[in-house]
T-cell receptor, first 113, second 115 residues
Framework: DQQVKQNSPSLSVQEGRISILNCDYT??????FLWYKKYPAEGPTFLIS???FKDKNEDGRFTVFLNKSAKHLSLHIVPSQPGDSAVYFC????????????WGAGTKLIIKP | DGGITQSPKYLFRKEGQNVTLSCEQN?????MYWYRQDPGQGLRLIYY???????QKGDIAEGYSVSREKKESFPLTVTSAQKNPTAFYLC??????????????FGPGTRLTVT
């Protein structure tokens, strides 16, 4: 049973526009959420996180929104740049889980010139 | 520079042979993790260790073994019992999550091919 779902395997966005990546989760015990970016044949790089106490966290061009009632979070990238082309993973953690991260399958973002 | 190193980047082995993947960190992180990534899938946890001389199985530990004799090092052995060992293996570490810091930091990965 997938507890963290990224339903879009890929997303294509024009350079300069907004990219919105979505993530849904089923476990109501999750209280911390993270987004990672991954290039081929490299390790993931931490981008931004959000605690369940918040509904929004912003860092430069990246903003994460959390809707707890819908068990949904999204990552907004504005404006999208060619270097943003990568696979984006959503991950979640729950207190009492030994701080393990549960990962989504990833969404491949392609920024078109 | 602080970071996580994994070696080698690419590794080729014959079926039936055990192979050990190296992971070293100089970030002074307490916790270390091993993941496996297969095409089109998220990261799956193999083993993790929160402290020296202690480690726990993750979701897919069968056919793998680890040791944590030093804080800096967490080698992973892929044994001949692992049915589908060809994959991209990622090592990660994190600060003691008791400080409400869940972020994990990753090494560059090792691509293992078994034929």
């Amino acid at each position: 049973d997938q507890q963290v779902k990224q339903n879009s395997p890929s997303l294509s966005v024009q350079e300069g526009r907004i990219s919105i990546l979505n993530c849904d989760y089923t476990n109501s015990m999750f209280d911390y959420f993270l987004w990672y970016k991954k290039y081929p044949a490299e390790g993931p790089t931490f981008l931004i996180s959000i605690s369940s106490f918040k509904d929004k966290n912003e860092d430069g061009r990246f903003t994460v929104f959390l809707n707890k009632s819908a068990k949904h979070l999204s990552l907004h990238i504005v404006p999208s740049q060619p270097g943003d082309s990568a696979v984006y993973f959503c991950a979640a953690s729950a207190r009492g889980s030994n701080y393990q991260l549960i990962w989504g399958a990833g969404t491949k973002l392609i920024i078109k010139p | 520079d602080g970071g996580i190193t994994q070696s080698p980047k690419y590794l080729f082995r014959k079926e039936g042979q055990n192979v050990t993947l190296s992971c070293e960190q100089n970030l002074n992180h307490d916790a270390m993790y091993w993941y496996r990534q297969d095409p089109g899938q998220g990261l799956r946890l193999i083993y993790y260790s929160q402290i020296v001389n202690d480690f726990q199985k993750g979701d897919i530990a069968e056919g793998y073994s680890v040791s944590r004799e030093k804080k800096e090092s967490f080698p992973l052995t892929v044994t001949s019992a692992q049915k589908n060992p060809t994959a991209f293996y990622l090592c990660a570490s994190s600060i003691d999550p008791g400080n409400n810091r869940y972020e994990q930091y990753f090494g560059p990965g090792t691509r293992l091919t078994v034929t």
